[in-house]
């Protein structure tokens, strides 16, 4: 199984960025927080972050014909912003697992829409990095039952 692990703008500036909020560890900490879990679980994890729509937009059409069994997503800001992002995961139908780090429902007002959460087979927030790990452990189990499709 492979898992594609999309993350959007500023991302990359995570242990710099707002670290009351998103904590003090690195997008290179998440990267190997990730990967030792999916090891574990014995699937295989690609990582990719871009800082633009259409990268990201990219990204998505890329693992459809890639062959990607799901993507575990953090769309950052375009998620509240991208019917680009969105229409891209309808187009593929890969399944998607929105996580975001911080818990958006308890933050400002503008973050309250998520464009991507319609398609998403599941909404994780709040959890930090371990969002993203769960997200892994969900998509496992509805591929390998073969509950989405
Ligand atoms: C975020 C929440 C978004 O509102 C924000 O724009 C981000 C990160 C999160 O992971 O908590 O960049 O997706």
Redesign the pocket.
């Known amino acids: 199984m492979k898992i594609l692990v999309l993350n959007?703008?500023?991302?990359n500036m995570l242990g710099v960025r707002e670290p009351e909020?998103?904590g003090g560890s690195s997008y290179k900490d998440l990267i190997q927080m990730v990967t030792d879990h999916a090891v574990t679980r014995g699937v295989l994890v690609e990582f990719y972050q871009s800082n633009h729509e259409g990268d990201l937009v990219d990204a998505i059409q890329r693992a459809y014909f890639d062959n990607v069994d799901g993507i575990v997503f953090?769309?950052?800001?375009y998620?509240?912003t991208s019917i680009a992002i969105l229409d891209a995961v309808k187009a593929t139908s890969i399944p998607v697992i929105e996580?975001?780090?911080?818990n958006?429902a308890e933050?400002e007002e503008f973050?309250q829409i998520s464009y991507i959460r319609q398609v998403a087979k599941a909404t994780i927030?709040g959890k930090g990095f371990r969002g993203y790990t769960e997200a892994i452990d969900i998509l496992i189990e509805g591929i390998t039952s073969k509950q989405w499709k």
Do not use: E, M, Q
């Not at 959007?8 to 991302?11: A, M, Q, V």
């Open positions: 959007g703008p500023n991302i909020i998103y953090n769309p950052a800001a998620t509240h996580v975001h780090i911080s958006v933050r973050r927030c």
